[in-house]
């Protein structure tokens, strides 16, 4: 089967080009790190990312969920994981690996398009790529994103390498990267289905091509399996029932389809818009309509998915419009933010700002799968898995970091777009002109995608933007004061090294601040602030044996300061967690003393109350627990995250609260949720009153 076309050059001709362009990506790559790490961005992890960050210092630490399914894809965290198992502070090291595997991905598009195009049409794609403003924005970011693009792109080569070479191992090969892309995102699945097509029309119709084929799609199978088999058996073991990957696809096809979709990412009114939330009210949500109070995850994401498909159905115009509405959110210029602000960043990333951005290539991309239609059969590689990312886009909705998949793909064929534009020149002056009317298309086209959408302002984006925008300024404002302060600090200027402690943690550099004072603190071991600060700083950067050791050494110094001695309870609460020794019981203990010391100095001391509450709620002590929550809402009504304490006192069915206890609790509730309300949180304020409902049922008194 023939591929390449006008160029006679073999795919392994042009290597230098090919080194050339992995460096030149890297370079643009670490560029941008370089500017990031200088910027006030460096260290501030919302939502999404912070989620999986804490999953990674969680497993890295043995105190991860082990008895529940995953809720999201759990690759990246493993990753995070072992990378900070191995190494103390290793944001700046991970983020240059991502930069390498990125600038990984130019070249794999690069090889790819020798053996699907030309050499020229090789050569645009691995410049263009290299130097993509989105793909280099999620290259260089704390998060999974990074691995939708360089999977789709090895996927790519290691299937166009199989048929050149008819070598297994690269079947081995596309079939573990399928596998590892689903870990990162379930939709990827789809991916399957166009490498299975590719196989199945690659072979010929003799019996020993026939017998190939089908040998092809079973190793193919099997790499997907080996991958995601093992996570389907460790969510079946914990849960005792089948979980493929996630227990979340159900409650993202709701969001998609339900009363409340709009293409843009729009939860239902009973949601808090955190990962810590989401996936637990979807479930109470679900529990609560369904009237069965011990409904499993996977039970409440099939709930959510029929629901979905039943919405979906009954108002088929409406489905149609919508999926209309996310194909051209999908098309345009417009990075759709989550937890990251591209259009934010390129304000405070200068390389950034200069590099081009998807509505540029978006005409370019039109043209190129318009033009290499007619060799389909040929390009049903790159054509199935562009139409893959597509529809696992339709299907939900769009943010700007779900269509990196596809942006290696699109490139590749806006690459064949500009090469069809450029071979006009070429041509005699009669054929010249039929080839340069689609430039007009293309201009078009592009002007299209780089209107801004309504959609968006509705969606609240630009006020969310506004208000980013704002917390950076202060945040670049905390930076400059950081940079003043560096050139001011002496060997023995304590004073000044706690301000810059402080200005650090501010910017959430807690190892950086670590290294400051640990120097001071050995110096000046009777130095109060010294070791208080030092203590809870560690208390970020999770080492709880040296900030029991420093917190320790401030209790010695002021043993009546009530914050110190919550404090120590805390670190000596996390200290159990993590602790792989017989000693947890006494850890535990230990803890609970300080806390129970820091209400005898302080008996409003609100979180040390909230500390007994949980610590008595681990002992199912639930009546005793309830007193403290109590007690903690008469003094403090606003105190939120007691409602964290209440919900497993009302939801467990193991809780062994009175009547009388579980109308307290709900009146608790119904307090939080008029606070809520007066604060304009619906989302909190419908949950609490959810939780107040299903106390009340559970004390035989309704509404």
Not at 298 to 327: D, E, V
Not at 379 to 384: A, D, H, N, R, V
Not at 423 to 438: H, I, M, V
Not at 557 to 575: H, R
Request: aromatic share 12%; glycine share 6%.
């Amino acid at each position: 089967m023939v591929l390449k076309s006008k160029d006679n050059s073999k795919p392994g001709t042009g290597w230098w080009q090919g080194a050339g362009i992995y460096c030149l990506a890297l370079c643009v790559r670490l560029f941008y790190l370089v500017s990031y790490l200088d910027s006030p961005l460096a260290g501030h992890y919302r939502t999404d990312h912070q989620f999986y960050r804490d999953w990674g210092l969680d497993l890295s630490q043995g105190t991860a969920d082990a008895t529940a399914a995953f809720s999201q894809g759990p690759l990246y965290a493993y990753v995070l994981g072992f990378w900070y198992w191995l190494f103390d502070s290793p944001e700046t090291l991970i983020l240059t690996l991502q930069a390498l595997i990125g600038s990984g991905t130019c070249l794999l598009i690069y090889a790819s398009a020798q053996r699907l195009f030309t050499q020229r049409v090789a050569l645009i794609a691995g410049i263009l790529i290299a130097g993509f403003g989105p793909l280099v924005f999620y290259d260089v970011m704390l998060m999974k994103t990074f691995l939708s693009p360089f999977f789709t792109a090895l996927i790519l080569y290691a299937c166009l390498r199989f048929r050149e070479q008819q070598h297994l191992l690269w079947l081995w090969l596309a079939g573990l990267s399928v596998g590892l892309a689903v870990l990162v995102r379930e939709n990827h699945i789809l991916l399957t289905f166009p490498v299975l097509l590719f196989l199945w029309q690659s072979s010929g119709a003799d019996r020993a091509a026939k017998r190939l084929r089908y040998q092809s799609v079973l190793i193919f199978s099997c790499a997907c399996a080996i991958m995601l088999v093992p996570v389907s058996i460790r969510n079946t073991l914990v849960t005792g029932e089948f979980v493929a990957v996630t227990t979340g696809g159900g409650e993202v096809f709701y969001m998609a389809q339900g009363p409340d979709a709009n293409g843009y990412y729009s939860p239902p009114p009973f949601i808090r818009t955190h990962p810590l939330f989401e996936h637990a009210d979807f479930r109470l949500e679900a529990r609560q309509r369904t009237g069965q109070l011990t409904l499993s995850p996977a039970a409440c994401s099939r709930y959510w998915f029929w629901q979905g498909m039943k919405y979906a159905a009954a108002n088929p115009l409406r489905t149609l419009k919508l999926t209309l509405i996310k194909l051209q959110i999908l098309l345009n210029d417009y990075e759709v933010p989550d937890s990251a602000y591209f259009q934010t960043t390129r304000e405070f990333i200068a390389p950034l700002a200069y590099l081009p951005t998807f509505g540029l290539f978006s005409g370019l991309g039109c043209l190129g799968l318009i033009v290499s239609f007619p060799r389909r059969k040929q390009l049903i590689l790159p054509m199935g898995l562009l139409l893959a990312h597509l529809i696992s886009i339709l299907l939900i909705y769009n943010f700007g970091r779900f269509r990196a998949g596809m942006l290696p793909l699109w490139i590749l064929f806006a690459a064949a777009g500009i090469d069809w534009l450029w071979s006009a020149w070429t041509r005699p002056a009669e054929n010249r002109w039929p080839r340069l009317a689609a430039v007009p298309f293309v201009i078009l086209t592009t002007l299209f995608c780089m209107l801004p959408q309504s959609g968006r302002i509705q969606a609240g984006y630009p006020e969310d933007e506004a208000a980013y925008y704002q917390f950076l300024q202060s945040r670049q404002q905390i930076l400059q004061q950081v940079n003043r302060l560096k050139k001011q600090v002496g060997s023995d200027d304590t004073g000044e090294a706690i301000q810059l402690a402080s200005a650090l943690m501010q910017l959430e550099r807690f190892h950086e601040a670590r290294d400051l004072l640990q120097p001071f603190a050995g110096k000046y071991p009777d130095n109060l602030q010294i070791q208080r600060f030092l203590g809870s700083i560690l208390t970020q950067t999770r080492e709880w044996q040296a900030a029991i050791t420093h917190l320790e050494q401030a209790h010695k110094l002021d043993p009546d300061d009530a914050e110190i001695c919550n404090n120590l309870g805390s670190a000596y609460e996390k200290a159990a967690e993590t602790s792989q020794q017989d000693n947890t019981v006494e850890l535990f203990e230990t803890a609970a003393r300080f806390w129970q010391k820091a209400l005898r100095l302080d008996p409003r001391n609100s979180f040390a109350r909230y500390n007994l509450a949980r610590n008595k709620i681990r002992l199912e002590q639930h009546s005793e627990a309830l007193a403290d929550l109590n007690q903690l809402l008469e003094e403090r009504p606003e105190f939120e995250l007691a409602e964290q304490g209440l919900e497993p006192l009302v939801m467990s069915p193991d809780s062994n609260l009175t009547a009388e206890e579980f109308q307290a609790a709900a009146r608790n509730l119904e307090q939080l949720a008029r606070f809520y309300e007066q604060t304009g949180r619906k989302p909190f304020q419908k949950h609490a009153l959810l939780l107040a409902e299903i106390a009340r049922r559970r004390s035989g008194v309704q509404n």
